[in-house]
């Protein structure tokens, strides 16, 4: 499996600024990778998914970015907004197999 | 489209006490079904996965088990919980490989 349940480290960024929060795993068969975030008290909301064939892949106000050959994943968040304020958490998977395993999460603080 | 539920929402229980969580899905079918727990400021750790009908894979070796006694409807239960029982219980589903991830709610258990 990955591996999992590190405290969390902290980002603190303002108010429209570009976020980017990192991710590593540790399993290089994991081909299926997902962001996700939490607010407290909450389950984990999900943002953008991509998969191994791919090296970036866009949403709206997010972008993830893959490095296979390090293990890497990352999340930026654009013209990051108060709402954006949660942990966020990277999921990674062996796509066949469906099983997956969370990185230690990141909290992001944004400030007004 | 498809829903999850998990029920209680919080749950304080004695050191020793039986647990039941629940969990179901609507919607869908044949779905995977996973528990996951999140100790306070720290990532999530897979507990449990299921395939099908009464396919539990068991992740880590502990004090819970997990049923899977009807296609949509997922148990987590222990005979005696412990202190370290405590936790942000979460449900999750899929449809498949390749799949997104979701979750359930939560639930908040806490052993005294």
């Known amino acids: 499996g990955e591996s999992v349940g590190l405290h969390l480290p902290t980002l603190s960024v303002q108010e429209g600024d570009n976020s980017i929060i990192n991710c590593a795993y540790s399993?290089?068969?994991?081909?299926?990778f997902i962001w996700y975030k939490q607010e407290s008290g909450k389950g984990p909301q999900f943002i953008i998914d991509?998969?191994?064939?791919?090296d970036k892949r866009q949403g709206q106000r997010v972008t993830v970015l893959l490095n296979k050959t390090v293990k890497h994943l990352s999340l930026q968040i654009a013209a990051t907004q108060p709402g954006d304020s949660a942990v966020y958490f990277c999921?990674?998977?062996?796509?066949?197999?469906?099983?997956?395993?969370f990185g230690s999460g990141t909290k992001l603080n944004v400030k007004p | 489209s498809q829903t999850i539920h998990q029920w209680p929402a919080t749950l304080v229980q004695p050191v020793g006490s039986p647990l039941s969580l629940e969990c179901t899905v609507e919607g869908t079918s044949n779905p995977n079904l996973y528990w996951y727990r999140q100790a306070a400021g720290r990532g999530l750790q897979l507990l449990f996965y299921s395939v099908g009908i009464g396919q539990i894979s068991s992740e880590v070796p502990q004090n819970l088990s997990a049923s899977r006694p009807q296609d949509r409807q997922f148990i987590l239960s222990s005979k005696k919980l412990l202190l370290s029982d405590s936790g942000f219980y979460l449900c999750?589903?899929?449809?498949?490989?390749?799949?997104?991830?979701?979750f359930g709610s939560g639930t908040q258990l806490s052993v005294l």
């Open positions: 999750a589903w899929t449809r498949g490989p390749w799949e997104k991830l979701f």
């Open positions: 999921a990674a998977a062996q796509g066949n197999f469906n099983k997956f395993y």
């Open positions: 399993n290089s068969a994991s081909d299926y």
């Open positions: 991509i998969r191994s064939n791919m």
